[in-house]
């Protein structure tokens, strides 16, 4: 059979037209992808941050295990929302740019625990396992109408129990303050109770009465001012929180963290926490969409 050498320049020509249209189709492809990620990325990146933690003021919620660096303690990261709506328990990042001494960009991540009107109050009370005193967080929320706490236990709604702080052993060694033979945190007296108008209610825990001092919060901001914020590390020995330099205003609140990263500070934490970082972003996302159709 005769062979026509057009015949092989056209399937030389077909092969090369078919090759650089898969190539189109791919870069193609390619771009619509990137312009999708590009997209999504903008708009997380309007809702969201990922943020590293640095130092020990969270532990052991935070950083158990850092690195020492010669800028600071790293371990853990965490992906936070960009909102000013808080609730109890929230692990917040707050804003003290330009405070005092730490002038500058400067942020701060700590447990969100009272709102304006709440009244708290740090004092050591017989509630550890075998009746040790120990500090105790107490707070009623804005609206309870009650004088006297009874102390109900590790469920106690007033006289909270902690179990994300570092432990109450190590805290109740910070140096107390006696008024009226209760014995109330030092820094937390010096800041909310000492020169402070107070209101006195009684705490019986077993058996025991004592007259406890709340400060209410926001009852020292003027008229104008926004809405205040109280908040802690988990750390409490080892914290800079409102307990140092007072309550905040609330939008000072730079969001709250959705997520934490364990060990995503480096590759000397963990050699595939970016998988998590990756997975976690994603997961976001997937959320955001989510809830994006079901109040469609």
């Known amino acids: 059979m005769k062979e026509y050498p057009y015949s092989a320049l056209y399937l030389e020509e077909n092969k090369s037209k078919i090759a650089t249209r ?35 003021s969270m532990q052991p919620t935070l950083n158990p295990d850092p690195i020492l660096t010669s800028d600071g303690e790293y371990q853990d990261s965490v992906y936070i929302r960009l909102t000013q709506d808080v609730d109890y328990n929230d692990i917040i990042i707050v804003d003290r740019s330009g405070d005092g001494e730490n002038a500058g960009d400067y942020t701060v991540i700590k447990r969100a625990l009272a709102f304006e009107g709440d009244k708290i109050s740090i004092v050591k009370l017989p509630v550890g396992d075998n009746g040790e005193y120990e500090y105790r967080f107490l707070r009623i929320k804005n609206g309870d109408n009650i004088s006297t706490i009874v102390y109900q236990g590790q469920d106690d709604e007033y006289i909270i129990y902690e179990d994300y702080i570092i432990g109450y052993e190590k805290w109740s060694e910070n140096y107390p303050i006696s008024l009226n033979n209760v014995d109330y945190e030092g820094i937390f007296y ?30 020292n901001k003027a008229e104008n001012e926004p809405e205040q914020i109280f908040f802690m590390g988990d750390n409490r020995i080892n914290s800079l929180d409102s307990r140092w330099y007072g309550t905040m205003d609330i939008d000072k609140v730079i969001g709250k963290v959705i997520t934490v990263v364990h060990n995503g500070y480096s590759i000397f934490n963990s050699a595939f926490s970016w998988i998590e970082k990756v997975w976690d972003y994603f997961v976001i996302i997937w959320n955001e969409i989510i809830e994006y159709f079901s109040v469609l």
């Open 22 to 56: 898969l190539f189109i189709i791919f870069v193609y492809i390619l771009l619509v992808f990137y312009a999708i990620v590009f997209s999504i990325n903008i708009a997380f990146n309007t809702a969201y941050r990922y943020i590293i933690v640095e130092g020990s």
């Open 190 to 219: 010096g800041a909310f109770i000492e020169e402070k108008e107070t209101e006195t209610h009684n705490v019986v825990v077993n058996g025991q009465v004592f007259p406890v001092e709340f400060f209410t919060v926001g009852s």
